[in-house]
């Protein structure tokens, strides 16, 4: 991405930024599916939120899936509040580029949009995605219950089983709790679907999930 940082560890609280009170607009709903990208969502709906390097990409790959509701580009798993795209990109808040992902699991379940995250990027990769380096591309999955969270830990031992087999290294995704969702400037906000030549630096492994 265009201010790809080198910084290749996250501070910690007392050294990241402070942030600020201003929240974030989110102007338009989703471009692609044209549903709100803000709550309340429609009942029944779930939410789960991924880091798989720049969230550009990122967010097409789940926006594409049948099922999904809405998604939306954030930062997540840091410590500066509300902070900006440039902030981010310091790699002085902490935070990881995210795409929150909305999505009816009568029709997708999370194990199939689990599935999509392993297989979507190099989860081996510790702070960096392909040419993308820095705090802000380490690969994460941020849950909303302790069934997501048990549900993720399971995939990840299954992934690396797999990922073994084909010769890469140990899997460096984070498993945590959701503890705040920041969104991510307008602009970003599909990204892709505005500017279908930009940047995409997404790139899989080849390897599968369960074979």
Known sequence: MIFSSKKLSIPTPEQ???????????????????????????????????????FWGAERRFWQQSGVFATAVGYAAGYTKNPTYEEVCSGLTGHNEVVLVVFNPAIISLEALLKV?????????????????GTQYRSGIYTFTSEQQALAEKTKKEYQTGLLQAGFADITTEVLPVTIFYYAEPYHQQYLAKNPNGYCGLGGTGVCLNG
């Open 117 to 133: 995250f392993w297989e979507s990027h190099d989860p081996t990769q510790g702070m960096r995605q392909g040419n993308d380096s």
């Open 16 to 54: 990241a930024l402070p942030g600020r009170s201003d929240i974030m607009p989110v102007t338009h709903p989703h471009i692609v599916l044209g549903n709100s990208l803000q709550e309340p969502f429609p009942a029944g709906m779930e939410k789960i939120i991924f880091g798989l390097g720049c």
